[in-house]
């Protein structure tokens, strides 16, 4: 089923504003947004998964169900056509985190998570190649502060597809800021996940009001 916008704010003059673009399919790149252990299952006794059940069992269905299923198809697909993957992690760098941002300390305090540590790594199911790119940021959004932009532009990218967690955080961050370099952005809807189904959903509007695209898995492969 198709993802589509005006169902979800049908007042919103869609036609008018909305950015249009067909994906490049000799131009196009994969970014995977923070797709790491940590990121993708809350945990029963986790200060979420302890005050809000309902919130851990949707996300962890989600992920489990919808996301990474997506994310494995995806991925194959760009590699079975050569086109670019690119891999963000998030978290801090050293075992202090002193170099994170104040907001982005306090989230993760003391540090639990760092470069280096299992739980930093992306998932088994979609781990990385030695040729895929692999950037580690201290932001959200994953061509702030980072090498993304220059990699992607020496690679001759030109449209780039987002997937991942959160989709209301580091996923609209990264779409927001690509679409503002001049990439051609679409976020894959059904492969990326947050907290609340009205959050994703919410975020996935900010982005196709003015910015980019939004799709399906199955239609975003139909494009390519």
């Given amino acids: 089923m198709s993802w589509n916008a005006a169902e979800l704010d049908p007042q919103y003059p869609f036609d008018l504003f909305a950015v249009k673009f067909d994906l490049d399919k000799a131009h196009t790149a994969l970014v995977v947004i923070d797709m790491q252990v940590d990121y993708l299952k809350i945990e029963e006794n986790s200060p979420i998964g302890e005050k809000y059940p309902d919130i851990r069992n949707y996300f962890n269905t989600r992920v489990d169900e919808i996301v990474m299923p997506n994310a494995v198809n995806l991925i194959r697909n760009f590699r079975e056509r050569n086109l670019k993957i690119a891999y963000t992690r998030n978290g801090c760098m050293t075992s202090l985190g002193d170099e ?8 993760n305090n003391p540090p639990k998570l760092w470069r280096g540590t299992p739980r930093y790594e992306i998932a088994e199911a979609i781990r990385p190649r030695s040729e895929d790119l692999v950037i580690d940021k201290l932001t959200s959004g994953g061509f702030t502060s980072s090498q993304l932009d220059h990699a992607l532009r020496n690679y001759g990218v030109t449209d780039v597809v987002i997937v ?3 989709t209301d955080m580091c996923v609209l961050g990264s779409a927001r800021v690509a679409a503002e ?4 952005t679409m976020i894959c809807a059904d492969c990326s996940a947050t ?3 009205r959050a994703h959903d919410e975020a996935l509007l900010v982005h196709a009001r003015r910015f980019g ?3 399906t898995t199955d239609d975003l492969l139909k494009e390519l």
């Fill in 100 to 107: 994170m941002s104040a907001r982005l300390r306090a989230l």
């Fill in 164 to 166: 991942g967690v959160f």
């Fill in 181 to 184: 370099l001049g990439y051609n």
């Fill in 195 to 197: 907290m609340t189904q």
């Fill in 213 to 215: 695209r939004v799709a």
